[in-house]
Every structure is written in C-alpha cells, then in structure tokens.
C-alpha cells in the first residue's frame, strides 16, 4: 500500500549563533511546542561571493562566514563555485498552521542573510518517510506529490520518498475494497463522506449513471445496495481498476463500464438506453464528478431525446448530482447560474447545492442536484419551444392526478 506524504512541515532556518537557545525560546512563545522538533540542515551558500560582489555589509558577522575561502586568494576570472561554503545551520521543523506565529516570536533568531529565503519545504527524502514505512507495517511505500492534479485524469505526478516504487494501493472506503495505481488514476481519500451522501440516496433498482466514475466509489457501493449501474471513465487505467474493483467486490454483474469521453457516453450509451429506463419505476439517478468540468458537459443533455420517445409525463426524469469548484463569494448562486447556462434553462427553486469540502482557502467543491428538466432533455418542435410554457395535456393530466 502506498501512501501520500503532505507538506505539513516547514523548516524555519536560524541564525547559527542562536543554535544553544532554541530549545528556551520555544518554550516561551509556542502553543505548538510539542509539534516542533529541532533539525540540522546543511546550506550552500554564495555569502562570500555577496559581499564582494554588492560590498554590503553583512547583516550578521557571526562565524567567520564572510571570510574569503583561501582558494578565491589571487583569483583573476569570477568562478562562483570557489566561494561556495557548506555551513550547518540550526533549523526548526515547524507544522505549517502555526509557522506564522513561530516566525513572528522568532523574528529576532531567524536567519537574514540576502538572496537565501529562512522558510524552506521541508526536504521529505530526510528519513521521516522510512520512519513511516516503519510504523506501519502495511505501508510498502511513501510518496510525495511533486505537481498539482491538472491533467485530464486528475492524477498525480509522485516522486518516492521511500519503499518500493510500485503505487498500486488497496484501500478501503465505506465498507468496499478498491485496488488501482495511485500514479495513473484518480483517488481522493477526503470524498468518502460525499460517496455514501449520494449511495444514501440510492434504493435496490434504481439506476446509476455515473458519467465520470474514477475507480468505482459511487459505482462500487451502489451496485452493492442492489442498484445498476452505468459506468464510464475516458482514463483507460480508471476503466481497467473499476472493472476489477467490480470483481473484487463482486458486484461486476451489475455493472455496465464505458472507455469513453462523458459528452459521447452521454450522447451514446446513455441517449440509447434512456427511454426504456424512464419507463420503469426505478429512480434514474446520474452522477458527474469531475468538479473542474462537469457544469460544462450538462449541455450533452440538451435535446438528447426526440419528442415521440416523450411517451408519458409520468416519465422518471434522471435526477442530476453534478459537482463543480467555486471560487465566487456566493459558491451555491454560482454554481446554480453555470448549471443554468449549460443547460440553457432556469432551475430557479429545483435545485439544492451541498457544500462538499472546502478544497483551499478561497475555493469550494459544491454539488447541485435536481431533476433533469423534460425541456432540456426533449427535442422540441419549433412551435413547442414557442409555447414550452404551457402545459401539455399529459402533464395537466398527470397534475390532476396527483391531486
Ligand atoms: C475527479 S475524478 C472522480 C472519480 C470518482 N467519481 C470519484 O469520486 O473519486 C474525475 C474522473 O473523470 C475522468 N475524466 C476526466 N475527463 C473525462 C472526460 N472527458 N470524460 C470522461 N471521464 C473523464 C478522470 O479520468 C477521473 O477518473
């Protein structure tokens, strides 16, 4: 099993002559004092080359620092290299939500020097990632995240810190056991909550459309509470992992998966397969996580289905849980007014927005169900977009019914 390595940890470098007083001066002006441990770092440095080339004088002369090496001695071409001096420096491991504060009662012990920064990442290959691997006896391997997740299958790229360099983990969620690798699809241990919210949902045959389906966490569950699904992803390795994930589980059967883009699963299998489905009484329920993008493809609902395949206005309309990012002052408006645009309809009082998870500072993952508007999803007649105000017969008949 592999695991992710966070960057919790900074390393606040400090002056070398404060090396004895570190200890004391945490005491006195950190809540976090048990979090924060003394390390060692080892600096390369042009401090040399600095004060000769600017002639400023050095902010603290402590150490004999800015001594020239004695090679530099009758040097008549500049070799940077030569004044280049490796000096240890007394650094803190400080946890990343308190580092302000330290830096500020420390502002008077950290390190000035021009052109070297005093916060540093902290250098993870440092043997805290073995200490890992150690404590965990399930834990073959320690990664770290080097880019952020911007590529179309919403992977990582990982360097490994420590173990073996095979990402193919096993986790468990909500009761359900998924295998994939970690390097080439998407997993996000902090969506368990939002998978069992939908599946929550979910009664024994009801239908699953889940357009971008990862390796199976929506799927997965579902099928096991008796629904059928329809899944798709376009990452090839996604659409191998849910395959397996489906066995693993044993609910395969219940299963159909696509290797596909999620306009064209949309606008094929599902366009296919939709009028029958509606004629059940099962609920159609679909699902778009992909909260970068999934607003967008709401628009492959438009016009999907022609008006003769309308055969009743008792018709189970697909209820919708389309996810999307925000970054608006009013993330619920915000991702109401894309859904709208999309789907170039108002959902003006049918649709409710859960607030997933608060992904950074100022950006939120939100989720916006609602019924898939019959004028979206039917083809409509000229005359008829004319007067989509008014009510068809069958669907007065269907009001009076339920009277
Ligand atoms: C954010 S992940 C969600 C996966 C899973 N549903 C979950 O909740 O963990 C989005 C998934 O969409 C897939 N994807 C990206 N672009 C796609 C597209 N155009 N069509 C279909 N799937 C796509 C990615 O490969 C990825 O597995």
Known sequence: MAVFWRRTYRLLLLGQKHQSCISSHVICHTEN??????????????VSFHRVMTDQPPILTDLGLYNHPPAVRGMTELDKAAFTQTVNVPALRVPTNVLNKVVKSLKKVVLQRPGIKRVLEENNKDGSSQVIMDKNPGITCVVNKTNTIDSTYRNFQMEVLAGEDNMVAKVRENGMFYEFDFSRVYWNPRLGTEHERIVSFLQRGDIVIDVFAGVGPFAIPAARRGCNILANDLNPESFRWLQHNGKLNKVDKKITSFNMDGRDFIRGPVKERLPALMKGSQKLHVVMNLPALALEFLDAFRDLLEPDQSLSCQDNLPQVHCYGFSKEDDPQRDIVVRAEAS??????????????????PNKEMMCASFTLPKKVLYRQHTEDRDSSEEPCPKKQKCEEQTD
């Open 33 to 46: 004092l048990n979090q924060i441990v003394r390390n060692s770092l080892h600096l390369s440095t042009l």
């Open 343 to 360: 789907l170039k309809t108002s959902l003006q009082g049918q649709c409710s927005v859960h607030m997933v998870r608060n992904v950074s």
